[in-house]
């Protein structure tokens, strides 16, 4: 009986520690092409500063010193609980990069959490294409596994702190409604539902596997554009990686893939209608890249020209079945000031050529629930209670689940190491060696030769030896040029300036992303 009561302790500790988790909500908010941010406070006492909330990274960063294309910034100075290391931290990401030096302080977030925790914050000081004209928000808060922290796993990202300080459990959920009110008011909104997403209450929630654990990555089985599917092998569409990213605007398609779907876009637009009502710009050339925008004047008539597309994932717990989500073009047509009037409305194509993974932004996430369940490597996605505004025409829903073959190759493209190039100098030595001791044989019987003729005995071993140095060289030589050979995909800059009108694009450059 003494002996069981260590164990009863320990299950009521377990209990106690378990119920004890909560669920904490917080507000999001944001502009087409900004993302979305969440208020919180940073130092004691407090600074207010606005994050964008970012699932494609790990790092909390916040302007620490002054830019143009922001109204305010973190100032260290009058904060009595900052504590800064001599350590640095460097982020790169598709468009724009930060760096800045690694602290610690006081953060509190601005919903109903009511807690205040130490966490490390790097202090930007150097940037470059990383700020927006006009944005509201100062910094960005990384919500991705630790295994993205910059420069290593010991800069404790913020919601692993929270989970290790059982406080939260190891999930979260974020619902972004994008643009619910009127025709012109451009402004987003959104929620972060931190720790269990249990009274979410939804009836259908769909689970994927998330099947690398840096990146909240998952892998497309099939994708749709009206119903009918592109037929393309799943690595395709995974090529080199896919994941969901609330940091990036645009659904980011490969290459293949892209061209393939705008190409089947384009022709159920050609054969909806000849010009678009509604609509004063013709859909051609620079409108499919997403670097011209459509002033439109009947928004409904408009959507109506476009397809459905549909996106099809494999179930976490059965290779047998899937589920699909439509995006409908409400979701990848969007809504952004003109770029000759701001205060019209325009509409952007947000569907792009990727130049590195395939990237699910918020034109696809804005019209669900999705849950990041990390602690059972999952993504769930559910109907979205506050999705945008579709009039008559079809609303965002998940469905499923169908029946399937086992998708054998929904994997993703593995880099395959670069052949060693012949050596040229290797090949003739080789050739020159076989020549001389062919020779030797010829001028004089090998016992003889050998025995009696200690020069010909050196020039063979001279000749063993030479050849293995040179074995040693070609190989260390061929490593190099394969190292040299791998592409740079983000270099770095100091340059402290900024593009001001791209749309928010922070597809992460990691070390794991890089050797890709």
């Known amino acids: 009986m003494v002996g069981f009561l260590p164990v009863l302790l320990g299950v009521c500790c377990f209990l106690r520690s378990s119920l004890s988790l909560g669920e904490y909500v917080e507000h999001l908010s944001g502009y087409p092409g900004q993302g979305y941010a969440v208020s919180l406070s940073l130092g004691e006492p407090p600074q207010k500063i606005q994050a964008i909330v970012d699932t494609g990274s790990s790092n909390f960063a916040v302007a620490g010193v002054a830019n143009v294309n922001i109204s305010h910034f973190f100032d260290q100075s009058q904060s009595t609980t900052v504590q800064c290391s001599s350590r640095r931290a460097k982020a790169s990401y598709q468009y724009g990069s930060w760096q800045g030096v690694i602290c610690q302080d006081i953060l509190r977030l601005s919903g109903s959490l009511p807690h205040a925790y130490r966490v490390y914050v790097t202090l930007i000081d150097k940037s470059r294409n990383f700020y927006i004209k006009s ?152 409108f499919w890249t997403g670097t011209r925008r459509c002033l439109v004047t009947n928004e409904q008539s408009f959507f109506a020209a476009f397809p459905n597309i549909t996106l099809s994932f494999t179930l976490a717990d059965n290779i047998h079945q899937y589920f699909s989500i439509l995006i409908t073009p409400q979701l990848y047509l969007q809504a952004m000031p003109c770029q000759e009037d701001a205060s019209e409305t325009c509409f952007m194509f947000s569907i792009q050529e990727s130049t590195g993974p395939c990237v699910l932004g918020t034109v696809v996430m804005e019209g669900y629930d999705i849950v990041f369940d990390r602690a059972h490597y999952r993504i769930g996605f559910g109907n979205s209670s506050c999705s945008v505004q579709s009039g008559h025409l079809a609303k965002p829903f998940v469905s499923g689940p169908f029946q399937q073959y086992a998708v054998k190759s929904c994997r993703y493209y593995e880099p395959t190491p670069a052949p060693k190039k012949p050596n040229a100098l290797k090949s003739t030595v080789l050739f020159f060696s076989i020549v001389v001791i062919i020779l030797l044989f010829v001028l004089c019987s090998w016992d003889n030769c050998m025995a009696n003729s200690p020069t010909a005995m050196q020039t063979w071993h001279n000749l063993r030896s030479w050849r293995r140095r040179t074995d040693d060289t070609a190989d260390e030589r061929t490593d190099t040029e394969a190292h040299d050979e791998e592409p740079v995909l983000s270099p770095s800059s100091d340059d402290d300036t900024d593009d001001p009108e791209r749309p928010l694009d922070r597809t992460f450059r990691s070390k794991s992303l890089d050797s890709l």
Not at 184 to 194: A, I
Not at 224 to 242: A, F, H, V
Not at 252 to 269: E, G
Request: glycine share 8%; net charge positive; hydrophobic share 35%.
């Open 135 to 286: 944005a509201t928000w100062q910094g960005i808060l990384g919500l991705a596994y630790n295994t993205l922290a910059l420069p290593d796993k010991s800069v404790v990202p913020v919601l692993d702190k929270m989970v290790s300080e059982h406080v939260v459990d190891n999930s979260f959920c974020m619902s972004l409604c994008g643009r619910v009110h009127t025709s012109r008011n451009l402004s987003y909104t959104g929620s972060l539902m931190l720790g269990s997403h249990h009274t979410l209450g939804h009836s259908l929630l769909m689970y994927t596997k998330i099947v690398e654990r840096n990146f909240y990555s998952v892998l497309i089985s099939d994708m749709k554009i009206d119903g009918t599917s592109l037929g393309m092998e799943c690595q395709e569409y995974n090529n080199p990686r896919t994941f969901v990213d609330s940091g990036t605007t645009f659904l980011s398609l490969p290459k293949a893939v892209f061209y393939m779907a705008v190409s089947k876009i384009q022709q159920h637009v050609k054969k909806s209608l000849q010009s678009v009502k509604g609509s004063d710009c013709v859909l051609e050339g620079r």
